[in-house]
């Protein structure tokens, strides 16, 4: 299923609706490069509360996702990973290396302008 | 076996669909959230195997019992290429490919048991289970 992507301010909003498939996965990541370039945003918070499972593929892809983002001068946080979801991913021994996560979407967006904040303070 | 059902694997939405079948089965046998959980991420892992380096196979998913012990088992087989070396695919990292090499040490570790038979050119037989407790 296409994942909806909403603008708000400086910031994108994947919420992802349904499980899912690996194409689905891809598409987000074009979507994301394209939008990010066109609505010059600084930052993109990807909601995941409803993915059943977070295995090696979607967790590299996540990553990559993150990695192409910020070449492109976003940060990116992963929001909602579940308590399960979280500990089968502890047990596979993946991690999510170099991306902001938050518990929610409110959390994310409270990382992402405390985030900002301190990169503006650090850049004077 | 009863409650055996079978998941062709040939294209990645075949990955999802033996996902929310093995999720079905361990709900119906009495695992928990959390558990029902690690049981379709291993299923993720072996399903993507066929697709990623065999191209199509099947899961098969049962019930098993032994003695009092009752139980989930995944097998995942496929006629793909084998693997060569199985300790070092075992290996946590190692990857034929550009992969994290995550998925076999990975499944290995969220079930109870764990085995692989492989044949170079004749293919994988990937046999999980895990247990009621
Ligand atoms: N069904 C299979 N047929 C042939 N070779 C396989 C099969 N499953 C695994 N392998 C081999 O074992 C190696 C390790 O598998 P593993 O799943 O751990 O890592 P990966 O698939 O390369 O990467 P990842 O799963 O992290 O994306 C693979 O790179 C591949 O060479
Ligand atoms: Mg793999």
Redesign the interface.
Known sequence: MHVPILKQGDYLIASVQS?L???DLLQLRDDLAAKVGKFRSRAVIIDVTVM??I???A??TLRAIAHMLKLRGAETVIVGI????A???V????TLEGVGTALDLEEGLAFLSTHSKRSIKHGK | MENESRVPISSNIDIVTARQHGRKLALELGFEGAEVTLIAAAISEVARNIMDHAKRGEIILANVRNGNKQGIQIIAQDEGPGIPNIPQAMQYGYSSRKGLGVGLPGAKWLMDEFFIVSHIGKGTTVTMRKWLH
């Open positions: 499980i498939s690996d194409e059943d499972v295995d090696s593929f967790t590299r579940q308590p399960e979801v500990f089968a991913m047990q596979l021994g993946l």
